[in-house]
């Protein structure tokens, strides 16, 4: 790879960054100017509308508008595992993609223990039911 090469692909990975800080500080605007706990514009679960049951992204929405908005214990609340397992497996990823050895053996241990968890989750989230869960996001009030 010469030079030239090597300063486009570090131009555009730039600007894939540049994009992507645009994009995250657009949408924290947003979720901060129309609250998702209060505006119904927002999409809505296909699986919550279909069956009453609460997917593991069920008020990821909503907490993530509470965060932005600075209100931790409702983001967290809304969507535990988004707000407190978010950034974990956030770090760890860039942490493993840092690294040199890119074994394919770990990449698949960490995705089959994520799908685990996630499944776990939306699980734990239904049970006794739905509406009584103590990991169910609150009912959403629209105006």
Same mark, same amino acid.
């Given at each position: 790879?010469?030079?030239?090469?090597?300063?486009?692909? =570090? !131009?555009?990975?730039?600007?894939?960054?540049?994009? $992507?800080?645009?994009?995250?500080?657009?949408? &924290? %605007?947003?979720?901060?100017?129309? @609250?998702?706990? /209060?505006? =119904? #514009?927002?999409?809505?679960?296909?699986? +919550?509308?279909?069956?009453?049951?609460?997917?593991?992204?069920?008020?990821?929405?909503?907490? $993530?508008?509470? %965060?932005?908005?600075?209100?931790? /214990?409702?983001? &967290?609340? +809304?969507?535990?595992?988004?707000? %407190?397992?978010?950034?974990?497996?956030? *770090?760890?990823?860039? &942490?493993?993609?840092?690294?040199?050895?890119? @074994? /394919?053996? !770990?990449?698949?241990? #960490? =995705?089959?223990?994520? *799908?685990?968890? *996630? &499944?776990?989750?939306?699980?734990?989230?239904? *049970?006794? =039911?739905?509406?009584? !869960?103590? %990991?169910?996001?609150? !009912?959403?009030?629209?105006?």
């Amino acid at each position: 790879m010469n030079n030239r090469t090597g300063r486009r692909l =570090s !131009s555009r990975k730039l600007a894939a960054v540049v994009l $992507m800080i645009i994009f995250f500080i657009a949408a &924290i %605007l947003l979720l901060r100017r129309f @609250d998702p706990a /209060e505006y =119904s #514009f927002y999409p809505k679960c296909t699986l +919550y509308q279909a069956t009453g049951l609460h997917c593991p992204g069920c008020g990821a929405t909503r907490a $993530m508008g509470a %965060l932005a908005a600075g209100r931790l /214990e409702d983001a &967290i609340r +809304y969507n535990p595992l988004l707000i %407190l397992g978010g950034p974990i497996i956030a *770090v760890f990823i860039a &942490i493993k993609l840092k690294r040199e050895d890119q @074994d /394919e053996a !770990s990449w698949t241990v #960490f =995705s089959v223990c994520l *799908v685990v968890v *996630v &499944i776990s989750f939306a699980i734990a989230r239904n *049970v006794p =039911s739905p509406t009584r !869960s103590i %990991l169910a996001p609150p !009912s959403k009030t629209v105006p």
